[in-house]
């Protein structure tokens, strides 16, 4: 049993349950570690991510959860950013660096917000040409790690998020497949890879990010893995972990686990209480 997540949010942004009832959660599920990862400090999405203030009382508030806990748990205070988010990633114990935004003429456009959005963005942006779309993600994806010092590559495959509403790019297209196999090679080494079962605990979703062929690709270039809830719900800090671990065997994983900022690995399997 996996005994850990890394990707967690709060009501200090969009999740909904406060720190200390992730915390206790997560003690009641026999965790022995909890990374929280909040939205950090993002300037063209105010709404979805920490302010300068919040950011304070985030760090303080998990210091001291930390703190109160230590000896039961391990609490750890990471932070999500984002492509165009603007903070110090040295203030954090680790950093999950996710693209959640296409910037293209000056318009913004929103990755994971709904299907209508995405269509919007294809049409306007890219002449309803999934592939051009997918390019542009996944060339912003292969610059993650460079620009947030990322220690975790978030939700690798987010502009599948829709496919099973019949709103995504064709898997198949050798377009697609050169983007986010290009994406792969100039990650590799760089951090670990995130299998995210967030889109399944809110309903999107029927698998994990990412899809088994990216996976199995990553695995032959000697990526590691790390298996993460991205939970919003206390109730759903270890969503389909078996479901994750299985998918992340048969791609030829037998490690789980990622390295901090600080140089520590965490190791997710044989630690559980
Ligand atoms: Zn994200
Ligand atoms: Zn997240």
Redesign the pocket.
Known sequence: MIASNFHTHTTFVDGEHSAKEMVQSALLKGMHTLGFSE?CHTPLDPDCSLSTEQTIQYCQEIARLKEQYAGQIRVLCGI?M?YTSVDDPAAYDYV?G?V?YLVVDGVTYPL?YSPEKTLECVNAAFGGDFDAYAEAYFETVSEICEKTQANII??FD?ITKYSEKGVGPDPTSPRYIAAWQKAMQALAGKAALEINT?AMSRGCRSTPYPAPDMLAYWRRLGGQVVINS?SHHKDTLLHAFDTALQMARQAGFEQFGFTDRHGEYHHQLGEAK
């Open positions: 939205h999500e984002d999950i996710s959640h994971d978030g939700h987010l967030g991205d």
